[in-house]
């Protein structure tokens, strides 16, 4: 059965137009209704002809030798008529037998793949959107300014931190198909964001729940993984942050990425403590023990690494030497960007059974305060190597021309309302989004100041 899609309702000179054949059965048609409901939920129109056609789906049918021919027959029919076609259905389940013999259709899916479908649509002909007359941008409400959003890709944590109480209140690790990850980036993407940041309650663990199951990203097969989503997002050509990542030992499988600039090099990872003492009482996921060798070894591999972490002081049981060593430890690995906690007992917790002294409040409170003079000493000098270099910046706050005012952004080793800040002078306006090169003149403990070049 071969059906030729007739245009339904007003049309818009302005709306992409799909022609679509479907052969076949009836469940092969039904497949074809419901690429067709979401196509026109999404304000596309349907071509009684392939040549008034933007593109052309043609839904295959492979049960018989005579079917597989009238298919071929069909998209051949399409690529003559049109030029622009996309195959889906039982025949793409074999993908070779079509392109072998029309190299130059567009995708190939197969059956049941409705989401692979319109995402071929939406590459071959982007659906128009009308701000004034669509109650929702394809992105979504973001609350976030224009040029940067967060992009989730699991909920949940199987970690049992004694601090922690996460896995009771949002359940174990639930991960996101690549797919769906990788289609809400692009639609990002397309809406002008120009920074993703990668964020979930463990990044690294990305997957596991899944094991690794692959989704259909198009016609290609995408891994639920973390560096292979990595990977994926850092072919979007935008700036890619990676945010809570445990530091798992495939975690150093990312670095490449970093080092062939596909993804920014900037690791967020919440190390909390550093002394095995209180890491075991802590019952953090991670051996760190190594770690030090390991953080140098990832600078080494990429020399413009930036690790932010965050670090709890006066966990129960914390005595002056876990302390100390926390300090040396820091000034060993030299933590770029580091924020610190004064534990306080939560309700649900493990770490109130443990049975440990607790640290008193003036302790914990002088303590913080020591950690961070330290940490700033330590940032302040490493913020020092950065003057006399070039780095872009991403542009946060307006500035520039003639109002003489510096523009505020941000370099790629500082994450939005949580690292530093660049301070930039320009002849012209600089506005939210832009990306320039700064020339780094000084710097202080957290922040550059310099002119765009």
Known sequence: MQTRSKAQGPTSADAPRVSFVSLGCPKALVDSERIVTQLRAEGYELSRTHAGADVVIVNTCGFLDSAKAESLEAIGSALAENGRVIVTGCMGAEPEAITQRFPDVLAVTGPQQYQSVVEAVHRAAPPAHDPFLDLLPEQGVKLTPRHYAYLKISEGCDNACAFCIIPNLRGPLVSRPAAEVLREAEKLARAGVKELLVISQDTSAYGRD????????????????????????????????????????????????????????YLDIPFQHASPNVLKAMKRPANEDKILSRIKAWRAACPDLTLRSTFIVGFPGESEDDFQYLLDWLSEAEIDRAGA??????????????????????????RWNRLMAHQQAISARLMKRKVGKRLPVIIDEPGGGPSGAPARGRTPADAPQI?????????????????????????DAYDVYGPAV
């Open 341 to 366: 906690f004064k534990y306080e007992p939560v309700a649900g917790a493990t770490a109130n059974d443990l049975g440990l002294p607790p640290v008193p409040q003036a302790v914990k409170d002088a």
């Open 419 to 443: 690292d530093g800040s660049a301070f930039v002078t320009s002849r012209r306006p600089l506005r939210p989004g832009d990306l320039v090169s700064v020339k780094v003149e000084r710097s």
């Open 210 to 265: 899944l094991r690794y199951a692959e989704s259909m990203m198009g016609d290609r097969a995408v891994r639920a993984r973390f560096l292979d989503l990595a990977r994926e997002l850092g072919e979007l050509d935008l700036w890619v942050r990676l945010h809570y990542v445990y530091p798992y030992p495939h975690v150093d499988e990312v670095i490449a990425l970093m080092t062939e600039g596909k993804i920014l090099p």
